[in-house]
Structures are given as C-alpha cells and as structure tokens.
C-alpha cells in the first residue's frame, strides 16, 4: 500500500501557510489542497480528493483536524494515520453528527494556552472517537507554529 500525505488547513490557513511551508521542507510530495467553503463544502473537496484511494496519513489543523477525523470515522479504511494540530473536535455535536469510533491511529497536539479550540471537549471528543490515541498537552497557543521543530515529524509520519 502506498503512503500518501496530505495536509489540512485551518478555517483561515491555506495551502501556503506556515505549517504546510514547515512540513514541505521534509516532505516536497505533501498533498495540501485548498478547502474552500463551509464545513460540509470542505469535507465534499476533501472527499473529491481523496476519492477511493487507500493509504492516507493526514495532517489536520484546526478545523482541518476535524475534517480529517471526520473522514477517518467515516472511511476508515482510507486512512492510515492521523496528526492532529489543535484540532477542532470541540465544535462538532456528537449527537447531531453521530460517528463511528475508528481505530485509526491518532496522534494529536493541542496547547494549553489555546484559547480558539478548548482543551478538555477536545479531549473528550477524541478519546471517544479514537480507542487508539496519544494525545499530547503542550505549552502553547492554538497555531502551534513555534512547536513544529520540536516534533518528531520521520517518528510520526515516516522519513
């Protein structure tokens, strides 16, 4: 199975912004679409994208975190892995938009000082939605910019 990569802006990102510039340095074949539209305008362009085609490890930001879990509940077996960076798993209402739990592997990162997406709903959302989870509390802010170098991008998305 091939191993695509692809990256998933925020609300206001883009597929220039920092963090796809950052990871470009490591990884020039990542895949960063724009996503424009609402939320469920996004989650039709990601699924354009994506279309049938298997191996996926996605990077999400924000809300591109949610589009990314979102996907993975739903088509598990297209995703190989997941990278969430503040994920905006707080804004979606479980009971509205029910989701299966997916066994994904899933890495998320969400700062302490983060006063966009709040930390513990976070939490709550992705430990029910992802038996296999590590989920790391760091000192920082919702963007995460000044933390990408500390991460161990090869451990977590292969060299």
Not at 34 to 40: E, L, Q, S, V
Not at 74 to 97: C, E, H, M, S, W
Not at 130 to 159: K, M, Q, R, Y
């Amino acid at each position: 199975m091939t191993n695509r990569l692809l990256f998933i802006h925020g609300l206001d990102g883009s597929s220039q912004g920092f963090k796809v510039q950052y990871l470009r340095q490591f990884y020039p074949d990542l895949l960063a679409p724009d996503f424009p539209g609402d939320f469920w305008q996004r989650m039709a362009r990601l699924e354009q994208v994506i279309g049938d085609t298997t191996g996926w490890t996605m990077v999400g930001s924000s809300m591109g975190g949610l589009m990314a879990a979102v996907f993975a509940c739903r088509r598990p077996g297209q995703v190989t892995k997941l990278v969430l960076l503040a994920p905006a798993l707080a804004f979606i209402d479980l009971a509205q938009t029910p989701l299966p739990p997916s066994d994904v592997p899933v890495v998320v990162y969400h700062g302490r000082q983060d006063d966009v997406v709040p930390l513990e709903k976070t939490r709550q959302v992705a430990e029910q939605l992802f038996p296999n989870l590590d989920f790391h509390v760091v000192e920082a802010t919702h963007d995460l910019n000044p933390l990408l170098p500390s991460i161990d991008w090869p451990a977590l998305l292969g060299d």
